[in-house]
């Protein structure tokens, strides 16, 4: 998994994968417990609601927890320490080369001995309208 925290509606990323493990795991026995106390099927929704909204708050915040650790931190100790590469390629990130192979062309063609700056800062401003940086790598990290 990427480490992309998400959003605070657990709608992607890590958030969301931690929000649907917890409801997964603590939805049923919930849900169970209030039919064995005789609570209505309309209560019982609305406390699963409420309890969904409380545990996607809690996935972001351990999402947030967890990758701002591991950015910060890879390594259990500073004695053991670990390596982490990331790895980018054309098929998870085929957008973002593309992008670069047409930017590299607006140097390639441009003509130093012959052209100026402003040419070449046409070329880039006339390549950048049409084609905006990508916003995201998706690759692996080892």
Known sequence: MAL???????????TKVIFDA????LRPP??????DTGSPEDEIQKAVIK?????RQLSFVIASGLVSSLRRDPSPSPADPVFGEA????VE???FWDWLKGFVG??????PTTADGVSLKNAINGYLSGKPVPEQLRGILQ
């Open 106 to 111: 607006v140097f390639q063609s441009w003509a």
């Open 4 to 14: 992309n925290i998400g959003d605070r509606d657990a709608t992607r990323g890590m």
């Open 93 to 95: 990130d085929a957008v």
């Open 22 to 25: 917890m409801d997964a795991e």
């Open 51 to 55: 309890a969904q909204a409380n545990w």
């Open 30 to 35: 919930m849900e169970q417990s209030l039919r």
């Open 87 to 90: 790895f980018s390629s054309r």
